[in-house]
């Protein structure tokens, strides 16, 4: 027999997961599940989320710490920079923990978590989920603070190459150290309808937060559009849309269905549930995402999964996503969305759905993210811990005036630290036996 494995101990950090809904949300789940599988040790950490405070469990024996931090932006907590050290600590030790894996630019949580796990000596890796730009206020920002937390990051994770680049010019981060892993999609879970929807309408689906980032204002132009050039057409008796999400922007395209009277041609649903995601999707034949800006995209594999033909926005990873035949992509402009959407529906007959999913399951798995994700793991525990002075350098190379600060924020850092190891040594606090662990392997 060949010498086993060894299991890692992980502990998933981000603001954003369960029970709210969203692609790092996903992916956190997903990932961990599969680790699970693999024989790993999994933990979450996240802020509260109204009363669902304190540990629970989840399928397979996950277990969320959901700590009492609650949100004040996009579901963002505050950040406290040294306020969560004795609590992650604590988690830290009492998970006997091996590796840091924290999740998502926009998570404050995500930020103080590899920090402090950085100060205590332990592997940190990074998955960025988004993309930023370099010009507006708020990038400028978050860009610095991305480079502050990357200084001293272990291994980094992208889940596109278009992403990867984005982050790599955005951090100063050596592409070595950054690795490509895509997004997957439960394809049990996103399959096609045992009967194909009827031709005598094409309903195009958009499931999409309903923000300025994911191109409502496109669809407030587009919809009416589509519905006035296809009120009757040969191989349908009429185009119509349903939209799947909620937001700011929601107010918008409520005011163009009143506007242009297209009460019977767009239904709005508001928030779906993740639950019920399938459910929508395979009641249409075209799903449409009008994203400005996209690392990745997990709804457009959720679509095709389900038979869906995609249109898209060519921005960000989404060219990455699908084969050519799978999706037709547009510029983010008004008419050539239009145009890609014509195009979309002079092709549907040819599209067979099951066809489509059957592709799906061999392009993405989650256990291949996974098995991938886990070879990351691996570099990432080889690596050599710096000493504190070794680290300062990094730090330096953040900027003249950002690089003496972020070396004054992790010096503070390191001595509450000590602090805490005086005042609640680690052999008093309670490990957690390790009944995940002795599980046999399927």
């Known amino acids: 027999m060949g010498q086993q494995k060894e299991r890692h101990r992980i502990l998933m950090v981000s603001d ?23 024989g790993h040790k999994v933990a979450v950490m996240t802020h509260a989320y109204g009363n669902r405070s304190g540990v629970r469990y989840m399928t397979g024996g996950l277990k969320v710490y959901y700590i009492p931090w ?54 940190v890796v990074f998955t960025d989920h988004s993309l930023y730009g370099f010009s507006d206020v708020g990038s400028i ?11 001293d990051v272990t291994e980094a994770i992208c889940v596109s190459h278009t992403s990867k680049e984005n982050t790599v010019l955005r951090s100063g981060l050596p592409p070595e150290k950054v690795f490509v892993i895509p997004n997957a999609v439960d394809t049990a879970m996103f399959k096609p309808a045992v009967e194909r929807p009827s031709h005598d309408e094409i309903v195009i689906v958009v499931i999409s937060r309903l923000v300025y980032r994911k191109g409502a204002d496109l669809l407030v132009e587009v919809i009416p559009e589509v519905c006035r050039l296809y009120p009757y057409v040969k191989i349908c008796d009429k185009v119509r849309f349903i939209i799947g999400g909620d937001g ?14 297209l009460q019977d041609r767009v239904e709005m649903l508001g928030a779906v549930p993740h639950a019920q995601v399938r459910s929508v999707l395979v009641s249409g034949h075209i799903f449409l995402n009008s994203s400005l800006t996209e690392a990745f995209c997990i709804a457009i594999l959720e679509a095709a999964s389900c038979g869906l033909l995609t249109v898209s926005t060519r921005v960000g990873g989404v060219p990455e996503v699908l084969p050519d035949d799978m999706v037709v992509l547009a510029e983010p402009d008004p008419s050539d969305m239009v145009r890609a959407i014509k195009k979309a529906i002079s092709i549907l007959p040819t599209i067979d759905p099951q066809v489509m999913h059957n592709r799906m399951k061999g392009l993405y798995d989650w256990h291949d993210v996974a098995k991938r994700t886990e070879i990351v793991y691996d570099r990432a525990l080889k690596c050599t811990n710096q000493s504190l002075l070794g680290r300062f350098s990094r730090y330096l190379s953040c900027g003249a005036w950002a690089g ?10 390191f001595l509450l630290w000590c602090l805490l190891q005086i005042w609640q040594p680690a052999e008093h606090i309670e490990e957690v036996p390790d009944f995940t662990l002795s599980h046999d392997e399927d």
């Open 70 to 123: 609650t949100p004040f932006l996009m579901q963002n907590t505050l950040p406290t920079f040294y306020g969560t050290l004795p609590i992650i600590r604590t988690i830290l030790i009492r998970e006997k923990i091996s590796l840091v894996h924290g999740h998502q630019a926009f998570s404050t949580l995500c930020h103080e978590a590899l920090m402090h796990a950085r100060t205590m000596g332990y592997k």
């Open 141 to 151: 920002h978050m860009n610095k603070v991305l480079q502050f937390t990357l200084a």
């Open 248 to 261: 700011p922007k929601r107010v918008r395209l409520e005011e163009m269905r009143e506007k242009h009277s």
């Open 16 to 38: 954003f997961f369960y029970p709210n809904f969203g692609g790092v949300e996903n992916h956190i789940y997903y990932l961990s599940q599969c680790l699970l599988k693999l």
């Open 404 to 413: 003496k600060l972020f070396c004054l924020v992790m010096a503070i850092d």
